[in-house]
């Protein structure tokens, strides 16, 4: 009975063994996973936090209006900008010169010239001292004969006619050169009714 009874203690003992050996290996194990897994979530936070901090860009809003095109091309836009006048920068003057009141006057003369207008009647008051005052308003006669003294062109030590000469039915004119702005409307006027003059004797 003695021998059973140790053979059987024996046996019991080192069946006892092997478990306390898994159940440590077991434990051991599981502290080192429980380690590991501590270690490994703080490394990732750590490195996470940096890394989302270092990454961290700001990007400026960009406001595109509604009239501003947008360029596809990518080609560089060129704005040219009116300048506006001002007393550093006064506006270019025109390089034309306006005409003026003789210029003007002497190109209604040669129209109705050219178009049949000077008959005899137009004559005596173009070439008469007090009927060029009273129908045109102007001091002179507005043809005087051309002589073969020059000095004639001059009134009272001035020249008062022009060297232009013009032509009229075989005689030789020159023009008074002594006009101004407000004799154009005065001369325009006139020269528009030798025109109706003839459309009202068609009626007739």
Not at 20 to 49: F, I, P, R, W
Not at 68 to 87: G, M, R, S
């Amino acid at each position: 009975m003695t021998t059973a009874t140790t053979t059987e203690i024996k046996a019991k003992a080192e069946s006892k063994t092997p478990s306390t050996e898994v159940k440590n290996e077991v434990k051991t194990e599981s502290k080192l996973e429980v380690k590991a897994e501590k270690k490994s979530e703080v490394k990732t936070e750590s490195k996470s936090a940096v890394k989302t901090e270092n990454k961290i860009t700001v990007t400026p809003e960009v406001k595109v209006d509604k009239k501003t095109e947008v360029n596809t091309d990518n080609k560089p836009e060129v704005k040219v900008e009116e300048q506006k006048p001002t007393a550093k920068n006064p506006p270019k003057e025109s390089k034309i010169k306006p005409q003026s009141a003789g210029a003007k006057i002497r190109a209604m003369f040669e129209k109705i010239l050219n178009d049949g207008k000077v008959t005899a009647d137009v004559m005596k008051i173009l070439t008469n001292v007090e009927e060029t005052k009273k129908v045109l308003s102007i001091r002179y006669a507005f043809l005087k004969p051309v002589t073969k003294n020059p000095n004639d062109r001059k009134i009272n030590g001035h020249a008062r006619y022009g060297t232009a000469i013009v032509e009229i039915k075989g005689e030789k004119f020159w023009l008074t050169n002594d006009l101004y702005a407000k004799q154009v409307e005065i001369f325009e006027k006139w020269t528009k009714s030798l025109y109706a003059e003839k459309k009202s004797e068609v009626k007739k």
